[in-house]
């Protein structure tokens, strides 16, 4: 599987009966066309900062082919944030759809990054009751997370992510070189979901992850090529084990996650997502080794390794966070049932842990400044 001079690489995601790529490499993208051969035509759903750098090139890939392979004006742009992710962008995607003439048979192309992904791939779910999708991520999250395994979805004013569908992709394209116009926080808080991987037990990437931190940071095509083929590889194999979060499998993927989801909807100091996780990755490192399932030892190297991808492992002095405010939200969590539930490290590997005791959490939250 390791990327070479030949071009990129795809990972097969297997699940029967819709398997699909996921396609990594520099030139990932100019397989768009061959990919939709035999397909209807394509309608492509952006935003604004990916169009201009990324979009155009891609149009110009179909335009040499004759534009009966694209849907005439069928570009889309979604607004930026997660106040775009709604119910209103769906409908007003899947109108634009209908005027425009949108087939069935014919393809929507999410390219951006989480944002993007989900609401026209929620679109592209519910559209004639459902048309192919490929998924062309231009962050760095959306290539090592939202792009695979075919969550899409959209908020509602009472909460995050709360309508929704399973829609798998046809193929997903994830090319490095368009994340050289991603914005530097952004690169950053992608790395957050990175380490997830590594910590959940893919020791090759821990040691890319250690011994080519630099190369990473610099978001070198090459090395970011083998990052994100790697967790693309660890996604696909929990998605083909447990599509759809009932089997505990695909919930391991949350490792970091249930602190990091209070620390969002807590607010205050607007971090973003791969900024929350790398926070939670050290409260569960903390926390797994104050219960004595790891080494403390452990915790210090996954520790040093954010620290190394240049993520802040603890809170800022001054964020006005409440330990029992964040608790309440950990325990509301949609996927904890009203316990406190954390993925954690141990003898058996990676798993789900109910209500740990309250000293090894005092040294959890202190270990990210995060004091009674
Ligand atoms: N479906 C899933 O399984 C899944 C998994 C994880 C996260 N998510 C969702 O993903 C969303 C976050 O996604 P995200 O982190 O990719 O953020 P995002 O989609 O908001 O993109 C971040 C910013 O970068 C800009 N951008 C994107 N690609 C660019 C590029 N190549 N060059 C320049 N600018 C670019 C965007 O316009 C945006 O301003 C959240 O809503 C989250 O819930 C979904």
């Given at each position: 599987?390791?990327?070479?001079?030949?071009?990129?690489?795809?990972?097969?995601?297997?699940?029967?009966?819709?398997?699909?790529?996921?396609?990594?490499?520099?030139?990932?993208?100019?397989?768009?066309?061959?990919?939709?051969?035999?397909?209807?035509?394509?309608?492509?759903?952006?935003?604004?900062?990916?169009?201009?750098?990324?979009?155009?090139?891609?149009?110009?890939?179909?335009?040499?082919?004759?534009?009966?392979?694209?849907?005439?004006?069928?570009?889309?742009?979604?607004?930026?944030?997660?106040?775009?992710?709604?119910?209103?962008?769906?409908?007003?995607?899947?109108?634009?759809?209908?005027?425009?003439?949108?087939?069935?048979?014919?393809?929507?192309?999410?390219?951006?990054?989480?944002?993007?992904?989900?609401?026209?791939?929620?679109?592209?779910?519910?559209?004639?009751?459902?048309?192919?999708?490929?998924?062309?991520?231009?962050?760095?999250?959306?290539?090592?997370?939202?792009?695979?395994?075919?969550?899409?979805?959209?908020?509602?004013?009472?909460?995050?992510?709360?309508?929704?569908?399973?829609?798998?992709?046809?193929?997903?394209?994830?090319?490095?070189?368009?994340?050289?116009?991603?914005?530097?926080?952004?690169?950053?808080?992608?790395?957050?979901?990175?380490?997830?991987?590594?910590?959940?037990?893919?020791?090759?990437?821990?040691?890319?992850?250690?011994?080519?931190?630099?190369?990473?940071?610099?978001?070198?095509?090459?090395?970011?090529?083998?990052?994100?083929?790697?967790?693309?590889?660890?996604?696909?194999?929990?998605?083909?084990?447990?599509?759809?979060?009932?089997?505990?499998?695909?919930?391991?993927?949350?490792?970091?996650?249930?602190?990091?989801?209070?620390?969002?909807?807590?607010?205050?100091?607007?971090?973003?997502?791969?900024?929350?996780?790398?926070?939670?990755?050290?409260?569960?490192?903390?926390?797994?080794?104050?219960?004595?399932?790891?080494?403390?030892?452990?915790?210090?190297?996954?520790?040093?390794?954010?620290?190394?991808?240049?993520?802040?492992?603890?809170?800022?002095?001054?964020?006005?966070?409440?330990?029992?405010?964040?608790?309440?939200?950990?325990?509301?969590?949609?996927?904890?049932?009203?316990?406190?539930?954390?993925?954690?490290?141990?003898?058996?590997?990676?798993?789900l842990v109910d209500d740990p005791p309250t000293v090894a959490l005092d040294a959890a939250f202190a270990a990210v400044g995060i004091r009674a």
């Amino acid at each position: 599987m390791s990327p070479d001079s030949a071009g990129p690489v795809t990972i097969p995601v297997g699940l029967p009966g819709r398997e699909y790529g996921v396609t990594v490499g520099v030139g990932a993208i100019e397989r768009l066309p061959d990919l939709l051969r035999g397909r209807g035509r394509a309608m492509f759903v952006t935003q604004t900062a990916i169009m201009l750098p990324h979009v155009a090139n891609v149009i110009d890939l179909f335009e040499r082919r004759g534009n009966e392979h694209l849907v005439v004006g069928g570009v889309e742009h979604v607004d930026d944030g997660e106040a775009a992710k709604s119910l209103g962008t769906v409908e007003r995607l899947c109108r634009r759809f209908a005027q425009l003439g949108v087939r069935r048979n014919d393809v929507v192309v999410a390219i951006g990054g989480g944002i993007v992904g989900d609401t026209a791939g929620f679109a592209a779910a519910v559209y004639h009751r459902g048309i192919a999708v490929v998924q062309v991520p231009t962050t760095l999250l959306a290539m090592v997370d939202s792009a695979i395994g075919g969550k899409t979805g959209v908020n509602l004013p009472e909460g995050k992510n709360l309508v929704g569908a399973f829609h798998q992709p046809i193929a997903v394209l994830a090319d490095p070189t368009v994340l050289g116009t991603l914005p530097a926080r952004e690169f950053d808080a992608g790395l957050g979901e990175v380490a997830k991987y590594a910590f959940l037990g893919d020791d090759e990437l821990c040691t890319i992850l250690e011994t080519e931190s630099a190369a990473v940071v610099a978001r070198d095509p090459e090395t970011v090529t083998r990052v994100v083929a790697r967790c693309a590889a660890f996604k696909a194999r929990v998605v083909v084990e447990d599509e759809h979060e009932t089997r505990g499998t695909r919930a391991t993927l949350n490792l970091g996650h249930t602190l990091a989801h209070a620390l969002e909807t807590a607010g205050g100091y607007g971090l973003l997502h791969g900024e929350a996780v790398a926070i939670g990755l050290v409260f569960a490192a903390r926390l797994a080794a104050a219960m004595e399932r790891i080494h403390p030892e452990q915790a210090d190297a996954q520790i040093a390794l954010l620290a190394a991808l240049g993520l802040q492992t603890r809170v800022p002095a001054d964020a006005p966070l409440d330990r029992s405010e964040l608790l309440a939200l950990m325990r509301r969590d949609k996927k904890s049932s009203g316990r406190l539930t954390f993925v954690l490290d141990g003898p058996e590997g990676v798993e789900l842990v109910d209500d740990p005791p309250t000293v090894a959490l005092d040294a959890a939250f202190a270990a990210v400044g995060i004091r009674a």
